[in-house]
C-alpha cells in the first residue's frame, strides 16, 4: 500500500520514470498524485464508515451474544476483526495521499505490515469458510462442537493468521519513508541489486495466495456444496434455488471486487519483468488503475458481513432482537418479520442399533 506510483528515481525501469524520447524526457507524474490526492481519500473515507459499522456489529454480536457453533462462525468473527485491522489503516493512507507521509518510519513499516496482513488475512478466511461449508453439507459436520473441536478451530484460525503475517513480513522489512516528488512518502525500497525480481515476485505471489487460491478453493468447494443440496432429499426446491442465489452471489462479489486488482497488479508485474510499459501516457494509465482497483477490492471488506453474517439467521435474529429492545426502551414498538434463513436440515444416520433394531438420527442444521 502506499506504492501508488513507482520512484522517479529508480533504475530498473519498473514503470517509474523513463527516457520516452530520443530526447530523454521525463514521465512527470504529477496528475497521477492530484488524481490519488482527491479519489482515493474520499473512497476511503465511504469504505471506513460503511466497513466499520458492519464488521464492529459483527464482532460486538459474536463476542457477546451470539455462541460460536461452527468453524465458519469462528471465520466469520475473524474476518470481521481482520477488516476493521485493514479499515483503521486507511485514514493514514488517505493522509498520505493528500500530505505526504508526516509519522515516521516505525508508523510507515507498521502500517504498510498491517494493511497486506489484514488483506492476505480475509481472503485466507473466505477460503476457509467455503471449505467449512463443503465440510458441513458432505460430511455432516454442522453443529458439531466440543473441546477438541474448539481446538481445532483455534489451530486453523492461528495457522491462518500466521500465513497471513507473512505474507505482510515484506513490507514490514522493506517499507520505509524516503523523500519523493518534494514530500516525504512510505513506500517500499528493495536493495537495488534485488529491487526488480523482488517487486515481480511479490506481485506474483500475492496474485496467487490472495486471489487465484481463495477463488479455486471457493469455486471448488460451492459447486461441491450445490450438488449436495441439489441431491439433499426433503428439502423445497425454492429453499435449493435460494441457497444457490446466495452461493453465486458470495463468488460474484469476490470476482468482481478482486479480479480487476489483480489483473491490473499481475500487469504490473509483467511490466517489471520485461519492462513493457515504455510510454510516459499508458505508465499513468496504470498507475491510475492500481488507485482505482485496489479501491474497488477493499470494498470487500464493506461486503463481507451482509454476505457472510447478516444471512445467518442465529445472527440476523440477535440483531433483530436489539433492534427490538432498542425500540422498546425509546417507547417505540416496530414491527418487523424476520426473512427465512438459507437453512437445510441435514439427516446423519448413525448407525447405532437399539434394541428394537431402529436406527437413530441425528439432524443438524447447515446455513448457507
Not at 178 to 201: D, F, I, L, N
Not at 236 to 245: D, G, I, S, T
Not at 302 to 331: D, E, M, T, W
Request: charged letters at 20%; aromatic letters at 10%; one cysteine or more.
Amino acid at each position: 500500500m502506499g506504492d501508488y506510483y513507482y520512484d522517479e528515481e529508480e533504475e530498473d525501469g519498473s514503470n517509474g520514470t523513463y527516457d520516452y524520447s530520443p530526447e530523454h524526457s521525463v514521465c512527470d507524474k504529477e496528475a497521477v498524485r492530484s488524481f490519488a490526492s482527491v479519489f482515493l481519500p474520499v473512497i476511503y473515507a465511504l469504505a471506513l464508515v460503511v466497513g466499520l459499522a458492519g464488521n464492529a456489529l459483527v464482532v460486538v454480536v459474536y463476542a457477546s451474544k451470539l455462541r460460536l457453533r461452527t468453524l465458519t462462525d469462528v471465520c466469520i468473527l475473524n474476518l470481521a476483526i481482520s477488516d476493521l485491522l485493514l479499515l483503521l489503516t486507511l485514514p493514514f493512507w488517505a493522509a498520505d495521499a493528500v500530505h505526504g507521509w508526516m509519522l515516521g518510519t516505525a508508523a510507515c513499516k507498521i502500517t504498510s505490515f498491517l494493511y497486506s496482513m489484514n488483506f492476505s488475512c480475509g481472503m485466507l478466511m473466505l477460503a476457509c469458510i467455503s471449505v467449512d461449508r463443503y465440510r458441513a453439507v458432505a460430511h455432516n459436520a454442522a453443529g458439531r462442537s466440543g473441546p477438541r473441536v474448539r481446538r481445532q478451530w483455534l489451530i486453523v484460525c492461528v495457522v491462518l493468521w500466521v500465513a497471513a503475517s507473512f505474507l505482510g513480513l515484506p513490507e514490514l522489512i522493506f517499507s520505509t519513508v524516503k523523500h519523493s516528488h518534494h514530500r516525504m512518502a512510505c513506500t517500499a525500497v528493495y536493495p537495488h541489486s534485488m529491487a526488480r525480481p523482488a517487486k515481480a515476485a511479490l506481485e506474483l505471489m500475492e496474485v496467487t495466495l490472495r486471489f487465484l487460491l481463495p477463488f479455486s478453493v471457493m469455486v471448488v468447494c460451492y459447486c461441491w456444496v450445490w450438488r449436495a443440496l441439489s441431491r439433499a432429499a426433503g428439502v423445497r426446491r425454492e429453499r435449493k434455488w435460494r441457497a444457490l442465489r446466495v452461493l453465486l452471489a458470495v463468488v460474484a462479489v469476490f470476482l468482481l471486487t478482486q479480479l480487476p486488482y489483480n489483473v491490473v497488479k499481475l500487469c504490473r508485474a509483467m511490466d517489471i519483468i520485461y519492462m513493457l510499459v515504455t510510454d510516459c501516457e499508458a505508465s499513468k494509465a496504470l498507475d491510475r488503475a492500481v488507485q482505482v482497483t485496489e479501491s474497488l477490492a477493499l470494498a470487500h471488506a464493506c461486503i463481507n458481513p451482509l454476505l457472510y453474517a447478516f444471512i445467518g439467521s442465529s445472527f440476523r435474529g440477535h440483531v433483530l432482537k436489539a433492534a427490538k429492545h432498542l425500540g422498546q426502551r425509546l417507547g417505540r414498538h416496530p414491527r418487523h418479520t424476520e426473512e427465512p434463513a438459507v437453512e437445510i436440515a441435514l439427516n446423519t444416520r448413525t448407525k447405532t442399533q437399539s434394541q428394537s433394531g431402529s436406527e437413530d438420527q441425528d439432524t443438524s442444521t447447515f446455513t448457507i
